[in-house]
Each structure stands twice: as structure tokens, then as C-alpha cells.
């Protein structure tokens, strides 16, 4: 069982950044492929960054040169690193870790709202 829980996210200008951070307990963190997702009103939620437990990463198009997502195994963190932020990156984001041998273990945070508006 993880436990994931989500922090960082509010309310910030076009062209803003924001860090948003995920921690897991209850688990071995290193065996486990973390990702951001974000869920946008009326639409599906959507991988934003993915990491692998080797540090594979992974990026959406629409966020490609403007997200950075970085992992601590030590620390048992998973953050995303938001500049340039865009109206359109408005939404709920989802951290979500993923078993790496049995991928059917999913498990995701609560949610932190993100809204980028002058």
C-alpha cells in the first residue's frame, strides 16, 4: 500500500512557475514508476510527466521544455517543476505511482488545483 500525498499547487499569473511536490510512505518508494497527471473541467485527465525508478522521463507535448520532473528516492518525493505557465495548464493535478514489476498496482494522490489566471 502507498499513500501519496500532493502539495504546491494554487494560483499563479501566465508566465508563472510553480513546484509542485508528491510524497509517498507506506511503501518501498524506489520500486515504483511515479507520474503527474492533471484533470482540466469537462475533459479526460491526461499524463503531464512521467518518471521511471531509473529516471526515465517522459513528457506531454503541450508541456515539453516548460515542466521538469525530478525524483529523491532518499526522500521518497516526486516533484514537477511548472514555468511559463499557461491558462491552459489549469487543473487538478494527480500524482500517481505505478508498481514496476506489477503494473496493474496503481495508486494515485487526492489532487492539487493548479490555476493559472491574470
Known amino acids: 500500500q502507498v499513500q501519496l500525498v500532493e502539495s504546491g499547487g494554487g494560483l499563479v499569473q501566465p508566465g508563472g512557475s510553480l513546484r509542485l511536490s508528491c510524497t509517498a510512505s507506506g511503501s518501498i518508494f524506489s520500486i515504483y514508476n511515479m507520474g503527474w497527471y492533471r484533470q482540466a473541467p469537462g475533459k479526460q485527465r491526461e499524463l503531464v510527466a512521467s518518471i521511471t525508478n531509473t529516471r526515465g522521463t517522459n513528457y506531454a507535448d503541450s508541456v515539453k521544455g516548460r515542466f521538469t520532473i525530478s525524483r529523491d528516492n532518499a526522500k521518497n518525493t516526486v516533484d514537477l517543476q511548472m514555468n511559463s505557465l499557461k491558462p491552459e495548464d489549469t487543473a487538478v493535478y494527480y500524482c500517481?505511482?505505478?508498481?514496476?514489476?506489477?503494473?496493474?498496482?496503481?495508486?494515485w494522490g487526492q489532487g492539487t488545483q493548479v490555476s493559472v489566471s491574470s
Open positions: 500517481n505511482a505505478v508498481h514496476k514489476y506489477v503494473q496493474s498496482v496503481v495508486y
